[in-house]
């Protein structure tokens, strides 16, 4: 029963950055992995990194390598999606997810999910 809120989103120009955050209310967010997915009009929501619970391992996908760096403060209830070099393409809905299964990183694996906030990127 957490809730996740994310924030952080906006317009931004093409090769800026943006800095997400994700918040939860329960207090076991630190047994946790999470999760950042994202969701293009018009298609399926896709993974885009993933945390293991104390924050050592992070995983991403290959369209964001080099670019997006996922990280928590465990202190604070919180993960933070660092988006760096942004691409038009990389306009969506991201959303952050709770992950009791971190081995699988597909969608239904996750069992908790934020509202989502945009990301825009103009060309």
């Known amino acids: 029963q957490v809730q996740l809120v994310e924030s952080g989103g906006g317009l931004v120009q093409a090769g800026g950055s943006l800095r997400l955050s994700c918040t939860a209310s329960g207090r ?18 896709d993974f885009v ?14 369209s964001v390598k080099g670019r997006f760096t996922t990280s928590r403060d465990n202190a ?32 239904k694996a996750f069992d908790s999910w934020g509202q989502g906030t945009q990301v825009t990127v103009s060309s």
């Open 76 to 107: 604070k209830n919180t993960m933070y999606l660092q988006m760096n070099s942004l691409k038009p393409e990389d306009t969506a809905v991201y959303y952050c997810a709770r992950n009791p299964t971190p081995l699988i990183r597909e969608v």
């Open 28 to 45: 076991t967010f630190s047994a946790y992995a999470m999760g950042w997915f994202r969701q293009a009009p018009g298609k399926e929501r």
């Open 49 to 62: 990194a993933a945390i293991s619970s104390g924050g050592s391992y992070t995983y991403y996908a290959d």
